[in-house]
């Protein structure tokens, strides 16, 4: 097995006393923060999920048109990350997170407002393109202050806080539409966008020094995403973690016909067994957290055998999940295969994307957002076959989760194979 930049990076451990947010060079409050940030792709979908089907009723919509929502905001994140990771290695960090957060809210505000399914994809694709600045620059910034396991350890972090958003948005939607209508979810996301903007003004500053930004315009941003393109190990643990990752947009696009359209339960019902899947992957979060805190303070860096295991877990979970569709099973065998499922992902986001951004330590910004751009595309074109036998077909999402979780292994195990590459000098 080829001998990795993440296997040199032993000496990552905590400081007698320290803390992981202080070894870091970080505040508690400025993480909590951070987090929020990179929660924002996943409050912009799961709040919108339960008014799926009311979306469709109210504009005359089929259902495969009406998941196409998702696909737009997919594909939105896709053209933002190679908008917003090139940017801020060229300009810093903190303007084009402010500049993002207010599109945001604007473009939440025209969803709301937007009268047919046509210009309700055009509003959700400027949505996700002004969201992914978030999740691009909230990862962007931490990797300014970590690397290893320490990083892994502080992305696992930040999903572990933004967990809350998988979780609470579902119940929050669910309940605006007990007092609205589908449009009352985007004014409320856009409400959220208020204190994102305050908080960042607030607590984050710039993390990115003026030596270290890399000029050149498309020339340079060219010749960095071709270098990292043509890095094996970068583009395996990049397709590993956005092909696993996709399990969860499948899951999204489809769990709301199977839970209500298939069995049977209310938007409110659907709601609480979402958010009690997203609590089993927070507490799978929490318990790795753990696992990579104990590796920093022993200084022993492996996040690889981390990742290595979470996706043989997923190719467990996913087969069962096809066993599931198969067999017809009941709402509780479909709520412990997705548990499964989805909670077999929290070893492997952390640790693939430290690796891969060890491989992009000379562009982080760049490297964060063609990561970005891979689990865009693939979410985008895996949630759109869950419709294509109908709301009440199960076995579309259940082959589509299977290749996916393939993919992603064989993808690691060609990252684990390909030999290192010099990282490009910044321009």
């Known amino acids: ?84 990771g090139p940017l801020s290695d060229a300009v810093g960090r903190r303007r084009p997170l402010l500049v993002g957060l207010v599109c945001y809210i604007a473009a939440s505000l025209l969803c709301a ?36 396991t320490r990083l892994a350890q502080l992305i696992t972090v930040l999903m572990l806080i933004g967990v809350i958003a998988p979780v609470a948005a579902p119940l929050i939607g669910s309940g605006l539409l007990v ?37 050149g315009g498309l020339g340079e941003l060219g010749r960095t995403v071709g270098g990292l393109l043509t890095n094996r190990r970068f583009v395996g643990y990049a397709v590993a973690l956005s092909s696993g990752f996709s399990t969860m947009f499948v899951f999204m696009a489809a769990a709301p016909f199977l839970f209500q359209t298939r069995l049977g339960l209310s938007a409110q019902q659907y709601a609480w067994v979402n958010a009690g899947i997203a609590t089993g992957l927070g507490v799978s979060m929490a318990l790795v957290h753990r696992h990579l805190g104990r590796q920093a303070r022993d200084g022993v860096a492996n996040p690889a055998g981390t990742a290595r295991f979470g996706i043989a877990a997923l190719l467990v979970g996913t087969c069962c999940t096809l066993a599931a569709s198969l067999l017809d099973a009941p709402l509780g065998v479909w709520i412990l295969v997705l548990l499964l499922t989805v909670g077999s992902l929290a070893p492997i986001m952390g640790s693939t994307m430290s690796l891969a951004l060890g491989e992009s330590s000379h562009a982080i910004g760049t490297g964060t957002a063609v990561v970005g751009v891979l689990q865009a595309m693939l979410g985008a074109l895996a949630a759109p076959l869950v419709g294509l ?26 990252a684990r194979l390909a030999p290192l590459t010099a990282p490009l000098a910044p321009g």
């Open 1 to 84: 097995m080829a001998q990795g930049r993440d296997e040199t990076e032993a000496g990552t451990g905590a400081r007698a006393g320290g803390s992981l947010f202080a070894d870091a060079g970080l505040t508690g409050v400025t993480v909590g923060v951070l987090a929020l940030l990179s929660a924002i792709n996943a409050l912009s979908t799961s709040a919108y999920l339960p008014a799926l089907p009311t979306v469709a009723a109210d504009l005359g919509a089929s259902t495969s048109s009406t998941q196409l929502t998702l696909t737009a905001y997919l594909l939105g994140i896709a053209v933002g990350q190679l908008t917003w």
């Open 113 to 148: 407002a937007a009268p047919s399914i046509g210009l309700l994809l055009v509003f959700r694709a400027v949505q996700g393109w002004a969201a992914c600045s978030g999740q691009v620059l909230s990862r962007a910034v931490v990797a300014d202050h970590a690397s290893g």
């Open 179 to 215: 007092v609205g209508s589908w449009r009352t979810v985007f004014i409320f996301l856009a409400l959220m966008g208020v204190p994102m903007v305050v908080g960042v003004l607030l607590t984050v500053d710039e993390s990115l020094p003026e030596a270290q930004r890399r000029r």
């Open 389 to 414: 036998g109908g709301p009440e077909a199960t076995l579309p999402m259940a082959l589509t989760m299977v290749a996916a979780a393939s993919v992603s292994g064989v993808a690691f195990i060609t």
